[in-house]
Structures are given as C-alpha cells and as structure tokens.
Nanobody, 124 residues
Framework: VQLQASGGGLVQPGGSLRLSCAASGFALDYRAIGWFRQALGKEREQISCISSSDGSTYYADSVKGRFTISGDNAKNTVYLQMNSLKPEDTAVYYC??????????????????WGQGTQVTVSS
C-alpha cells in the first residue's frame, strides 16, 4: 500500500495549485481520504476529507471556499484544488487514507496510510 502526494511548488499569493494523491496497492474509493498540512513549527492540521462511500466531504474553516477536494476512481487518485492561496497556506501537505472500506469523513476516520508529503510555498 502506497500513497504518493504530488503537485506542490512555489506560487504567488492569489495563485492556484492542484495536489494529487495517487494510491497503489488498494482502492481509494469508498473510504475516507484526507488532506493534512503541517507548517514549520506548527502542529499538523486536517484541512479536507472526501469519501465516496457516503458522499461526505470536510473542509477546515481556514480553507473553506478556496480549496476543493475531488476524486477520480478510474485513476485511483484524489485531488485538492487550491485557489486564492495565501502565505499562511505554506506547509508540507500530506494525504492519508482510512484502511476501512465504507468509512466516512464524519465518523472519525482512522487515517492508517500516509503519503510522503509535498511542499507548498506561497510567496511573492
């Protein structure tokens, strides 16, 4: 089981990036997939989740209205579209998956599998 997060980079404030979380070894559909981030010197925070088992999604207040999570079952990939990026969005972004088939974003998912992280830097 592997998760590969990619798509990070350097972007100016107000810009956009799309992160990808690709899985190998298991299917991402019908389970909760989350995006997290950790800024330097800060605790890791969950920013989003999606599950096709019940159509649930979750966004932290800090990203609501700017970030959109989506999934492509055919590509076994979950995306995080990030718009209107701010310097405070600078962090290492991780994706994680619940091992349980049928898990929901709203039922305390246990993120058992983690990707390696991709750096997002928002700076002029």
């Amino acid at each position: 089981v592997q998760l590969q997060a990619s798509g990070g980079g350097l972007v100016q404030p107000g810009g956009s990036l799309r992160l990808s979380c690709a899985a190998s070894g298991f299917a991402l559909d019908y389970r909760a997939i989350g995006w997290f981030r950790q800024a330097l010197g800060k605790e890791r925070e969950q920013i989003s989740c999606i599950s096709s088992s019940d159509g649930s999604t979750y966004y932290a207040d800090s990203v609501k209205g700017r970030f959109t999570i989506s999934g492509d079952n055919a590509k076994n990939t979950v995306y995080l579209q990030m718009n209107s990026l701010k310097p405070e969005d600078t962090a290492v972004y991780y994706c994680a998956a619940d091992r349980w088939y049928g898990s929901s974003c709203h039922a305390g998912p246990t993120y058992d599998y983690w990707g390696q992280g991709t750096q997002v830097t928002v700076s002029s």
